[in-house]
């Protein structure tokens, strides 16, 4: 045991005095070392890879395109959730041959998805790669690339945006590249690929469009198809002229494709580039029938910008909850049918009504116009000029900008421009002398709004972006997008941008105006509640947002003049609702000088409507056509029946008095000057001395139609609105420290510094 201790201490020892003469390893052993073992590593996983994707490429299979595979029907539910408003179904696809199958069909949709589908491998890994990648983040869903996996997309179904179902969809477009030909791939693309109109396939969809058989198809009719599925639900022509408009561009980007690529004659695509093949009117199924095919158009719209896809909508069995209520849907029907004009049918006067929740930009009901079977353009949607009733964002602006509602403008007509050009007229070209603000908006005094507007610094540019805060759109959509739709064609920084030459829709309209109901607080208008899959997952579930868009007094004082005008301005017919309540009328007219486009947008505490009458095509003649046309004859009486019936048995609440925002006038000129007193009366026999009262230094009692109420101008009205204000006066806009911050939503729309 001695012995046995010994060399155990001699071998530690020997130990000892080795680790001691042991040369550290260089850094470059040390890397030799780490790459030896990273290779092996390395190695080991590529093998690990290599069995996975091996037992995975065997245990995938290629689906039967021809399979029923969306069976569950998506219900779509009013606001309660459990009524229903209609459905989405898939169509039973009809599949046809390859060789049924017209050439131009085939080459306009490489031509216009694919134009290297015959020669690539049907793989895109950068595509595939950054889609993942994209997803991963949070981004917008990307999409393939390829007509190949385009296809695997359709067959293999579930919508999940994982990294492992780009995984397993690489995989079987492996497996479709190994296993069928580009002719197999092609045919069975154009037998699923969604063209819109709920049809599946190329056959289906040449009856949807064209009503005949797909072998019939022509070179334009084949070329407008495959343009049409870069966006089913977007570029369906029977949606009106503009999307007709969008349709056209991409159909001449398919025709030069083709032409370039040789698969169509340069001559024959010269000629049908000119214009768009015609689209006979096709009969729609019944359950699209009165106002329900534009509700459902809206939804089905709606769900793809939430990021569903048209295989989901179609036949996912989705529950969609929507905004809609019964009661307000009929009352817009109805209200519409009630006030309409005698001998007018819906082909020709086009009536459109929207209704939207202040607070939570809940669209409560809408009428869009003609038997969605007969038409499908939603006038609530399409819209038209706006006219007059654009003026309360342009009055809220104004005094944002630092003037009051005392402050006075050139009412006269006609008004000259100072630039020159066509100067502008009230109606009649009534002249009106100088005028306060309330009474320019009462009796929609165009010559001093286009004064007020002059006389703001960069006015048009402010108005505008007043009215983008309070929810109306932008000319283009903005980042992110809002309002329905989400752009305001033609709503640029011109002169007369208060006087409404922009096309603005009902909706969007009745949501500005449910800002100022709100008390200056905007909400962005929507129609989906919530989408619940068929396993019951809620994968979306709508979160009120809302932004301060103006600041309450202003939106009060504006709020204030809208009151004058229904009751005793050009609003006097909404008075028949019987409870408070602002509203603006309003007429725009064509580039030929005719009234086109007649309203009346108005609101409760409760609910904001906006009403619009147009004609054909949506900008011919109401005068002399319609028995009358100013915003408040029918438009306004429409208004009062449709509230009527929304509003029945609702409580009734007060709106709020003005604030009368006191403000550092951005432009001299404007302030109210008393009238001069009137000469005393001259008395023949005088009897006794009398005292001569002076006379009056302040603003006397006037009627209520046209001036303001007796508040003194430099003190607190006698019954303030909002959070308690200075003893100098309402709050202070447009001056040095006045405590007001400027109302801006965190990317959108206003600038910081106003």
């Known amino acids: 045991m001695v012995q046995g201790k010994r060399k155990s201490g001699a071998s530690t020892k020997k130990s000892k005095a080795r680790s001691k003469d042991r040369t550290p390893r260089t850094w470059k052993q040390r890397l030799k070392r780490y790459t030896v073992w990273g290779l092996i590593a390395c190695v080991v996983m590529a093998l690990l890879g290599a069995a996975g994707f091996f037992v995975a490429y065997r245990s995938i299979d290629i689906p039967d395109p021809n399979a029923e595979f969306l069976t569950e029907t998506t219900q779509v539910y009013y606001s309660d959730g459990k009524s229903q408003l209609g459905q989405f179904a898939v169509q039973k696809r009809d599949s046809i041959d390859y060789d049924e199958m017209p050439q131009y069909v085939k080459d306009a949709v490489v031509a216009a998805e694919n134009q290297t589908f015959w020669t690539d491998n049907g793989l895109d890994p950068k595509g595939i790669l950054r889609a993942a990648f994209s997803n991963a983040q949070g981004n917008a869903t990307q999409g393939a690339s390829t007509i190949t996996q385009q296809y695997v997309k359709i067959l293999y179904l579930t919508q999940e945006r994982t990294w492992k179902r780009k995984l397993k969809e690489a995989i079987l477009s492996l497996k479709v590249k190994n296993q069928l030909s580009k002719q197999d791939v092609l045919e069975g693309y154009l037998n699923t690929i969604y063209f819109g109109r709920g049809a599946y396939g190329i056959q289906a969809a040449a009856q949807s469009y064209f009503a005949k058989d797909a072998a019939d198809l022509n070179l334009k009719q084949s070329a407008a198809l495959a343009a049409i599925l870069n966006n089913p639900n977007g570029l369906d022509p029977a949606d009106g002229d503009d999307v007709a408009q969008r349709l056209l561009g991409r159909y001449q980007y398919v025709l030069d494709s083709m032409a370039k690529m040789g698969t169509a004659p340069a001559g024959e695509v010269s000629q049908a580039r000119e214009a768009l093949p015609k689209f006979p009117q096709i009969k729609q199924s019944a359950q699209y029938g009165g106002q329900r095919g534009h509700v459902l158009t809206m939804v089905r719209k709606e769900l793809s ?111 000259d421009l100072p630039g020159g050009g066509r100067p502008i007229e009230n109606q009649g070209n009534h002249s009106y002398g100088r005028v306060n603000l309330i009474k320019a908006t009462e009796d929609s005094i165009n010559t001093a709004y286009i004064d007020m507007t002059l006389s703001m610094p960069d006015g048009p540019n402010q108005i505008i972006s007043t009215a983008n805060a309070m929810g109306i759109p932008p000319a283009e959509p903005a980042d992110p997008p809002y309002g329905i739709p989400t752009s305001s064609p ?88 019987d409870r408070p309540a602002g509203g603006k009328t309003g007429t725009a007219t064509n580039g030929n000088g005719e009234v086109s486009s007649a309203w009346f947008v108005g609101y409760t505490p409760q609910l904001a409507t906006a009403v619009m009458y147009v004609r054909g095509k949506g900008n011919e003649q109401l005068k002399d056509w319609l028995p009358s046309y100013f915003g408040g004859a029918y438009p306004a009486k429409t208004w009062t029946a449709v509230m009527l019936r929304a509003l029945d048995g609702a409580d009734v609440e007060s709106l709020p008095p003005a604030a009368y925002v006191k403000g550092e006038a951005p432009d001299d000129g404007h302030e109210y000057v008393p009238p001069p007193p009137p000469p005393p009366k001259k008395t023949k026999k005088p009897k006794e001395t009398k005292t001569t009262q002076a006379p009056p230094t302040e603003l006397p009692p006037p009627p209520p139609t046209t001036e303001l109420p007796p508040p003194p101008t430099d003190t607190v009205p006698t019954q303030p609105t909002g959070p308690p204000t200075t003893t100098g006066g309402g709050p202070i806009i447009g001056g040095p420290g006045n405590g007001q911050k400027p109302r801006v939503r965190q990317g959108r729309r206003r600038p910081a510094n106003r």
């Open 490 to 577: 033609g709503l640029q920084p011109n002169t007369g941008v208060s006087l409404g030459s922009q096309t603005v829709s009902p909706i969007n309209m009745a949501n500005g105006y449910a800002t100022i109901a709100n008390r200056g607080v905007a909400a962005d208008a929507y129609i989906i509640e919530k989408v619940v899959d068929r396993d019951g997952v809620v994968r979306y579930d709508h979160k009120v947002t809302t932004h301060d868009a103006v600041p309450e007094g202003i939106a009060d004082d504006v709020g204030y003049a809208l009151q004058q005008v229904v009751k005793s301005g050009s609003g006097t017919a909404a008075l028949g609702l």
């Open 305 to 415: 910008n939430l990021g569903f896809s048209e295989e989901e909508i179609n036949g996912g069995g989705l529950q969609v909850t929507t905004t809609f209520t019964k009661k307000a849907m009929a009352a817009a029907a109805e209200g519409v049918a009630e006030q309409r004009p005698e001998g007018f049918g819906p082909k020709q006067l086009h009536v459109a009504v929207a209704s939207v929740q202040p607070g939570t930009g809940a669209v409560r009901g809408f009428y869009g116009g003609q038997d969605y079977l007969d038409s499908q353009i939603n006038w609530a949607v399409a819209g038209g000029q706006a006219g007059s009733t654009f003026k309360p964002f342009a009055l809220a602006s104004a005094i944002e900008s630092g003037f009051e509602l005392k402050d006075t403008f050139d009412g006269n007509s006609p008004y």
